[in-house]
């Protein structure tokens, strides 16, 4: 049965007609079709673009492919209808196309340095060996690579690059040799500047950008997906590392507290945003709206661009089409304008992933 929504369609900002005919948007009027959605204001569905479904709470592998179902349900049912997964140690490739859970676009496993990065998640590889593992992990994703470019060095006592500048900026390569887009976890300042240096694809967190990073990073297109929430979680990790740890606890509560201005001058610079929660792990699933609101009430984004941030510039980015001629039958729908008060994102009154009503 051919579905038919109207209402003000952004980022058109007029009233349309869709119909919904399988997993395929169409502007042609479908006869017969089931109105679904009369009123309102339309948008593509969500992203969440760093998202971890194969982490379960508490940060340990998930051992079962009905786990990763679960976490991405809570995800599909807030309203994010695509996830970009950065990292799974657990592989789920047979979701890819899971008529009932969002799109995926998957990293393999996180690639990280020997012994300093979150246990039993990554494959941990000395620098000989970063450049062929980031082939493999290409071929465990579908389009994605993870590198962990900085963690906790309990020998400095501080956060330090994971490899040096010659090997990671060969991971980078690798990846994109393998076909595949090249995503970094960074803290630090050292870290974010080779990477971004040597042509990443998209910066997470980024806590460590500077200025002239953040221009460099307009020029090239190179995209910061923030994670405020996990930021704001940096309190209590410095509370449990000062004791063993006090410059790196330091250095971590400098880096939340300027976050949010390096996010602004992101933004104000014209680096490509996107919005993501970093679930999994340490942060629950289904947040993705309060990380909006945050990129707008912290960081300054225009209700707007975090609109786009979270929908249809992600999920083009992605390579999700949004609610065009032909375009994927995912939407949500919100009983006010999210551009006058984005709290709305809170509470849509319809979602439709795949051409299926999920509520």
Same mark, same amino acid.
């Given at each position: ?19 919904? @005919? ?12 089931? &109105? ?37 349900? %809570? ?7 695509? %996830? !970009? ?5 657990? /592989?789920? /490739? ?6 009932? +859970? /969002? ?65 990671? &900026? ?15 976890? &960074? ?9 971004? =240096? ?15 990073? @953040?221009? +460099?990073?307009?020029?090239?297109? #190179?995209? +910061?997906?923030? &994670?405020? %929430? ?6 209590? %990790? ?38 993501? #929660? ?28 975090? +609109?786009?941030?979270?929908?249809? !510039? ?9 609610? @065009? ?17 984005? =709290?709305?994102?809170?509470? /849509? #009154?319809?979602?439709?992933? !795949? ?5």
């Amino acid at each position: 049965m051919a579905l038919h929504v109207r209402g003000v369609l952004l980022p058109d900002d007029e009233v349309r007609d869709l119909w919904l @005919v399988g997993d395929r948007v169409t502007f042609e009027p479908v006869p017969g079709a089931e &109105t679904v959605a009369d009123g309102g204001f339309v948008l593509p569905g969500l992203t969440d673009a760093h998202c971890h479904i194969g982490i379960a709470r508490g940060g340990a592998p998930i051992t079962s492919i009905d786990q990763a179902r679960e976490l991405a349900r %809570i995800d599909r049912d807030a309203g994010v209808l695509a %996830i !970009r997964d950065a990292g799974s140690p657990y /592989p789920y /490739p047979e979701l890819d196309d899971a008529e009932d +859970l /969002p799109r995926l676009a998957r990293a393999g496993r996180h690639v990280a340095p020997p012994k300093r990065y979150l246990r039993d998640i990554g494959v941990e590889v000395g620098a000989g060996e970063v450049a062929a593992t980031v082939a493999e992990q290409a071929g465990a994703g579908n389009g994605w690579v993870k590198l962990v470019g900085d963690w906790i060095d309990r020998g400095v006592g501080d956060l330090a690059q994971a490899w040096d500048a010659e090997t990671m &900026t060969a991971a980078v390569e690798a990846a994109h040799a393998a076909g595949a887009r090249a995503a970094v976890h &960074t803290f630090s300042e050292s870290a974010v500047e080779i990477m971004v =240096r040597a042509g990443v694809d998209s910066v997470e967190h980024g806590t460590g950008l500077s200025v002239e990073l @953040v221009d +460099l990073m307009a020029r090239q297109g #190179t995209a +910061l997906v923030p &994670t405020m %929430i996990n930021i704001r979680t940096f309190g209590g %990790i410095a509370d449990q590392a000062r004791g063993k740890f006090p410059g790196y606890a330091d250095h971590m509560l400098a880096l939340r507290d300027r976050f949010p201005t390096v996010v602004r001058s992101a933004y104000e610079a014209g680096v490509p945003i996107y919005v993501g #929660t970093d679930a999994g792990g340490g942060i629950d699933h289904g947040l993705a709206a309060e990380e909006m609101l945050l990129l707008h009430e912290q960081a300054g984004m225009a209700a707007v661009d975090v +609109l786009a941030a979270a929908s249809w !510039r992600a999920r083009e980015w992605l390579g999700f089409p949004g609610l @065009v001629e032909g375009g994927l039958a995912d939407l949500v729908v919100y009983p006010e304008d999210p551009r006058a008060d984005l =709290r709305v994102v809170r509470t /849509p #009154t319809r979602i439709v992933l !795949r051409g299926r009503v999920i509520r």
